[in-house]
Structures are given as structure tokens and as C-alpha cells.
């Protein structure tokens, strides 16, 4: 019943009597529907062999290399001097503290020892702090038994489900501790015992995405990947990225550490592997408290990344940051020539050793201005994706060097095979400890923590103060500035549509009563967008604009909502936004991606690094079909009322689109109806699931208003909402 509601959700097109008889029409021909589904197709693969459904990827990409090939030939402009070095540092230090949002003030870390172990040449300290009030960081705190002070060493974890508790993490630290070297390990938020969306009602021994995997808690539902990227949309609705919840993690471990009398404050390292990689490269960019980094199975370069598996989790894209001109040798660049060790494997699948060689050498590039070059280098074993023992090794040595100041080969195995396999190299990974023995909270979980605060609380507290902030800023701005505030947000500051916007003829099929035409809008040189004209017979009397959410094909059939339309004198132009229907993207890509942030998620985050939001292009495309297809009207002789001014019909993915090209173009549509539409932004900050929303969602937005400013901008009589939907996509009032 969703879809035949779907169908005929359009706002007092036709009268109740007319629903009933289209639904009973509908029902009767729903066989011949589904069959008409072919041939109302319109694409097809172009000239240089590109489906439809690869040729938005295909120009997200092409952007993409654009933007790579332009900070390239900057950065070999840059290498000339060492003023330019620091010039370029500093500007990618400011940009990147810009994109991942404010960092809060320093709260008391209340930090508790609230266990110990005793381990064979080193002992453990379970450790709970705040990092920001109510919020909560469990760690496990690996001590030499020499005499202190020692330096020490975080140890972020990678995506590992249990976090600090994972055996290559344990086998790590206590490395480090066994050579004199603190080292605290500790749970990245959405990992460990900080999962953020816990559900108390059921108890699971699996994952709900991944029932092959074992949950470290009952009440742990979602995968750490889901997890991060659900956080980060909110993150990035408020400015912010998900990243910096992550980055701040590591700077109060880095304040409680100093404030320790057993750590010598000044030699702080820090090594992480993966998603540890991640954060380490982010922290040592940032902190110039890090002495000496080892970001591993991380670093490579965007465009090795981009032509492989794609973008990663939420906290692994900030916006805009291939546009600006910063890549992953930039987290080098920015703390040279402070002591990096690069790590990677020769048998890496997501991180392209060659883009690892690629990002070496620049940094090396750099080093070597800065007359350091021997303080950056590089590990690279036979060995697959994972803090592997080789890479704990060389970790631990390059630690010794730059931490105690003396050269010392470090092994944790004395005698190998000369090959091992990938099953072969984990039976290296057990550690001393379970997971139960490392767990620092008396249940397993921070959130079951009297008053524990998640991030989407915090998000939530956020977003209520940028509302504060941006009310009476909204209210005193004219019409003309807040349009001017609402493009600047998308990404759309020049009007897009242009007489160089063409639109074709490529068929035709007949009906009874009326035509449909099928018509190709040419976006640019590779990418073009399909629309089916439905144009009766008899004399029209007006136009509807159609945008559907899924596809042109939707609601088409007979009996349909554009059939009833048509057949009360309205011409339809049901058209398809870049990313829907006939020119979806992701059909091949991965299932953790696509299960709940949509199938074109890849792209979307694409989009994001390159500074595009999908509601920015797909505004610019309604804008566009509704400046060229008068244009074709006139070619192909169709009569239009003298006087009209469209109508708008969108659903599902189109309306937000919808919304915003009405709100910026006064006076240049007429009756709206959004059906399906996401009822606020700030819904999806708050909600601790989501459904598909990545699509909707635009860096900053609520840092200038949300989607009710926009009807309030057109007018409330214009617009018409039919079903909104919450950001799990169920109906609300």
C-alpha cells in the first residue's frame, strides 16, 4: 500500500471520487505496468561505452583528478623553499581544525584507576576519563617495571570490534612496555565498550549487519563502521566531522598522560593501525605534543583510494579537503619534521601500497627541505592489512629511537619461517588478556554509565545552540540575503542554467489522450539526465514539473498519479535529479555502505571530499530542466498556456532538492507539493539510527538554517507537505 499511496500523494491534484477510480484502474493493469517499465526507458550507453547508471561516477571522478592534478602542481611550486613549506603547513593546519568543527573548552578529566594486572615484565592500569563532560573514555594504561618516569606511547585502535582488548593492539603495547615505554591503549568512540547506539531491549550474540560476527556486547547491535559513519552525519549537519570526537579522545589521553609524574611529558608518542592509523595521522598533524608518530595501514594517496575500494568510514572524509587542495601526505607535511614512521604492507587491499610509495616521497620531499629527511621513513613487510608483528616491531624501535633518545632492534618473534601466510601471521595477534579481564566499566559499556552523554547528545545540544544563534540572524536578514546564505551552503553561488543547456528528442511513445516524449538533458560533456514529457492531446493547461525519488518509471502506468495529471490537461515533465533512476550509482559496490546510508554512498562521500553536496547538484538540476524546457517546447511546437508558471510535484530523495530551488527562485513556480520529505535536519542529528540519509545531508547546513526557514521562505500557502518522514524515513505529523 506504501507504493499505490506513493502514486497518488499529490497535493489536491485530483478529488477523492478520481483516486478511487485511478487506484481501481492501477490495480487492474498493474501486470501491464511492470511490463512498461522497459520501454520507458530513455539512456543508453553512450559513445564511449558508459552505462548510465557509471556516468555521474565517472564525472565525480573526473572532478576529482582535476582537483588531485591541481594540488600536485602546487605542491611542486610549494618544494621551492622552506618559507613555502611552512606557508603550506600552516594553511592546511587552520583549513583542517575549520572542517572537523570547534573543539570544546577543557573539562577536569576526573580520571579513575578503577583496576590493575600484573602481566610478565609489565603491569596494566584500567582507566576511565572524561574527555568532555559525561563522556566517558575507557583505556588500559601498559607500564614497564623499570623505574619511572617513562615515556609513553597511545595506542589508537583500529576497527576492531573490542577495541583496546583486540590481541594486536595488547601484543603492541605490552611490546612497548617490555622496552620501557608506557603505552595506553584506549577505545575509539563506537568501539570497545563506547558503542553509541545500544539497544537495551534485546541481547544479541551477532550483528544485525553482520551475523557471521561476533558482538563484544549484548546490547551492541550495529558495526563499528556503521556506527562512526551514522555519527557523522549529524557531525557534518553542525560543521563538524566525526573525526574530531575521535582527535579530542586523543588529546585529553595526551592531558592525562602529562599529568601523570611517572610519564616524562615531553615524549609522547603515538601508533595506531587502520582506523588507528587514521586517528594517529590526524592527532600527530594536530598535537604538537607528539614527539615521534606511527600511523599505519592508513596512509595512501585519495586518488589510489578513489580508483580502489572508494572513501571509508565518516571520520576518513573531511569536506572539501581535495578541494582545498590537502591529501593524506598532508597529515606528514603538516607536523614535518617531527619523527614519522609510514607503515604499510605489501598485501594491502583498501590502502594501495603504491599510493603509500606516492605519499612517502612527498613527505620525504619535505623532510628533506626542512634538512630532516632522516626523521621520516617508511616499513613495508610481506604482510596483509593489520597491526601485524612487524609492524609492532618497527614501531617499537622507531619509539626507542626518538623516546629514549638510543637505536635498539626490538623483536617480538626471534625466529620466523621465511614465508608466512595471512593465518600464519594472526596466530601472532593473541594477546595476555580477555576481553573480559581489560573491561574498565562495571557492565561492559560507558553507556550504561549513570548520566553517560552520547554524541548524539551532544550533536543534539549542538545544533539546539546554533539555532539560538542563527534565529535572529535569520530574522534580520533580507529574502536576498538569506538566498545568498542558503547557495553558499550548497555549493551553488552562480546561477547554473545557461543557453549552452541543451535538450533533446531521442523518442516517442503514443497513448490514448497523449504522448510521451522522451527528452535528454546534456548536464555537461558526460553526463546527461533523462526526462519523459507527458503531453495530451487537447489543448493544455498547464505544467507540472514531476521529480521523482526513485526513478521516472515510478509512477507512470496507467492509473498513475502523472496518467491522472495528464488526463486532466496538464503536460507532466517527469524528470530525473543526477543519482536517480536511470543514473543511480553503487549498484557494485559494498554492503556495508549501501545497507542504511544508501547505494550511492561512495559517490556521496566522493561528492563530500571534492566540497559538492548531492543537494547542491540536484537543486542545480531542477533549476536547469526548468530554464531549458520551454526551450523545447518551442522547438518541438508544443502549445503552453501563454501566462503559465509550472507546478512542482517531488518525492522521496527530490523534494529537498525541490524545496531548495523554489525557496531560491521567487516568483518562478507555482503550487508545491514535497511527498516523503525529511521533516528538519535537525531530526537526523538527533536520532540515533537513520535510514538513507546521507543523500540529504550538506555540510554546515544548520550552522544557517534548516529546512522549515526554506517554506517559510517561499511562503507557507505555496508549499505543501504530504507524509513528511523522520530521519528513519517513517511518517511524521
Not at 560533456?525 to 521523482?548: I, K
Request: aromatic residues 8%; proline residues 5%.
Amino acid at each position: 500500500m506504501n507504493i499505490m499511496k506513493s502514486n497518488f500523494a499529490f497535493a489536491n491534484a485530483i478529488s477523492a471520487s478520481t483516486f478511487a477510480i485511478l487506484l481501481m484502474a492501477m490495480l487492474a493493469n498493474y501486470p501491464r505496468w511492470l511490463h512498461a517499465q522497459d520501454e520507458l526507458q530513455v539512456l543508453q550507453t553512450n559513445s564511449a561505452g558508459i552505462a548510465p547508471g557509471k556516468q555521474l561516477e565517472l564525472w565525480l571522478k573526473s572532478e576529482f583528478y582535476q582537483l588531485v592534478d591541481q594540488r600536485t602542481e602546487a605542491f611542486e611550486k610549494m618544494i621551492k623553499s622552506e618559507a613555502a613549506c611552512r606557508s603550506w603547513q600552516a594553511q592546511r593546519k587552520a583549513f583542517f581544525l575549520k572542517q572537523i568543527g570547534p573543539f570544546p573548552e577543557r573539562n577536569p578529566l576526573n580520571a579513575q584507576v578503577v583496576g590493575r594486572l600484573v602481566g610478565r615484565g609489565y603491569s596494566v592500569e584500567k582507566i576511565v576519563l572524561e574527555s568532555r563532560p559525561g563522556f566517558h573514555v575507557t583505556a588500559n594504561l601498559y607500564l614497564p617495571n623499570t623505574p619511572p618516569p617513562w615515556p609513553a606511547v597511545l595506542v589508537p585502535c583500529g576497527h576492531s570490534h573490542e577495541g583496546k582488548a583486540s590481541g594486536q593492539y595488547q601484543r603492541a603495547s605490552i611490546l612497548l612496555a617490555k622496552h620501557g615505554m608506557a603505552a595506553m591503549c584506549y577505545d575509539p568512540v563506537g568501539q570497545g565498550e563506547r558503542y553509541q547506539m545500544l539497544d537495551l531491549t534485546t541481547s544479541r550474540t551477532v550483528f544485525d549487519d553482520a551475523p557471521h560476527v561476533k558482538t563484544p556486547h549484548p546490547n551492541v547491535r550495529f558495526l563499528c563502521t556503521i556506527e562512526h559513519t551514522m555519527m557523522g552525519l549529524g557531525c557534518t549537519l553542525v560543521g563538524a566531522n566525526i573525526a574530531q570526537f575521535r582527535i579530542w579522545d586523543g588529546m585529553r589521553v595526551i592531558d592525562y598522560l602529562q599529568s601523570r609524574p611517572d610519564i616524562l611529558a615531553d615524549k609522547i608518542g603515538c601508533a595506531g593501525n587502520s582506523g588507528g592509523g587514521t586517528e594517529t595521522a590526524y592527532l600527530m598533524a594536530l598535537d604538537e605534543r607528539i614527539a615521534a608518530a606511527s600511523p599505519g595501514g592508513f596512509l595512501t594517496t585519495y586518488r589510489r583510494l578513489i580508483d580502489g575500494q572508494g572513501p571509508q568510514d565518516g571520520e576518513q572524509n573531511i569536506f572539501a579537503q581535495i578541494a582545498f587542495g590537502m591529501d593524506e601526505a598532508d597529515y606528514c607535511i603538516m607536523r614535518a619534521p617531527k619523527p614519522t614512521l609510514i607503515c604499510n604492507g605489501m598485501r594491502e587491499t583498501t590502502f594501495d601500497i603504491r599510493g603509500t610509495w606516492q605519499l612517502f616521497f612527498e613527505a620525504k620531499r619535505v623532510y628533506s627541505r626542512l634538512r630532516r629527511g632522516e626523521a621520516i621513513d617508511i616499513n613495508i613487510p610481506d604482510a596483509p592489512h593489520g597491526f601485524t608483528f612487524q609492524q609492532r616491531e618497527a614501531v617499537a624501535s622507531w619509539m626507542h629511537r626518538w623516546l629514549l633518545g638510543s637505536d635498539k632492534i626490538i623483536r617480538e618473534v626471534e625466529t620466523l619461517p621465511d614465508t608466512l601466510s595471512d593465518e600464519e601471521l594472526r596466530k601472532f595477534n593473541d594477546g595476555d588478556w580477555t576481553t573480559e579481564q581489560l573491561l574498565c566499566t562495571p557492565a561492559g559499556q560507558v553507556l550504561l554509565l549513570p548520566g553517560e552523554r552520547t554524541v548524539f547528545d551532544i550533536n543534539t545540544e549542538f545544533a539546539q545552540k546554533l539555532r539560538e544563534q542563527r534565529t535572529p540572524l535569520w530574522e534580520k536578514s533580507s529574502a536576498d540575503e538569506k538566498r545568498q546564505m542558503v547557495r553558499s551552503v550548497i555549493g551553488l553561488e552562480q546561477d547554473p542554467a545557461s543557453p549552452a543547456t541543451k535538450i533533446e528528442s531521442v523518442g516517442k511513445l503514443m497513448r490514448d489522450g497523449f504522448d510521451i516524449h522522451k527528452v535528454v538533458m546534456q548536464v555537461n560533456d558526460q553526463l546527461s539526465l533523462p526526462a519523459l514529457v507527458y503531453v495530451p492531446t487537447r489543448s493544455a493547461n498547464g505544467v507540472t514539473l514531476y521529480f521523482h525519488g526513485s526513478s521516472i518509471a515510478a509512477n507512470a502506468g496507467p492509473g498513475s498519479a502523472i496518467e491522472g495529471l495528464v488526463r486532466q490537461g496538464r503536460i507532466v515533465v517527469s524528470a530525473e535529479l543526477r543519482g536517480i533512476g536511470e543514473t543511480e550509482t553503487g549498484h557494485d559496490k559494498r554492503e556495508w555502505s549501501s545497507g542504511r546510508f544508501g547505494r550511492d554512498n561512495l559517490q556521496i562521500f566522493l561528492a563530500y571530499l571534492i566540497g559538492k553536496s548531492y543537494v547542491g547538484m540536484r537543486t542545480e538540476d531542477i533549476w536547469r530542466w526548468h530554464k531549458a524546457i520551454p526551450n523545447w517546447f518551442n522547438s518541438e511546437s508544443i502549445q503552453v498556456p501563454a501566462s503559465h508558471v509550472p507546478s512542482v510535484i517531488a518525492t522521496g530523495e527530490a523534494a529537498i532538492a525541490a524545496l531548495h530551488a523554489v525557496a531560491l527562485h521567487p516568483g518562478q513556480f507555482g503550487g508545491v507539493s514535497l511527498h516523503g520529505m525529511l521533516a528538519s535536519w535537525e531530526t537526523i542529528v538527533s536520532s540515533t539510527q537513520s535510514h538513507n540519509q546521507s543523500v540529504n545531508v550538506v555540510h554546515g547546513a544548520l550552522t544557517k538554517y534548516d529546512l522549515p526557514n526554506l517554506i517559510e521562505l517561499t511562503s507557507q500557502s505555496q508549499v505543501k507537505l504530504i507524509d513528511p518522514v523522520n530521519a528513519m524515513n517513517t511518517e511524521v505529523q
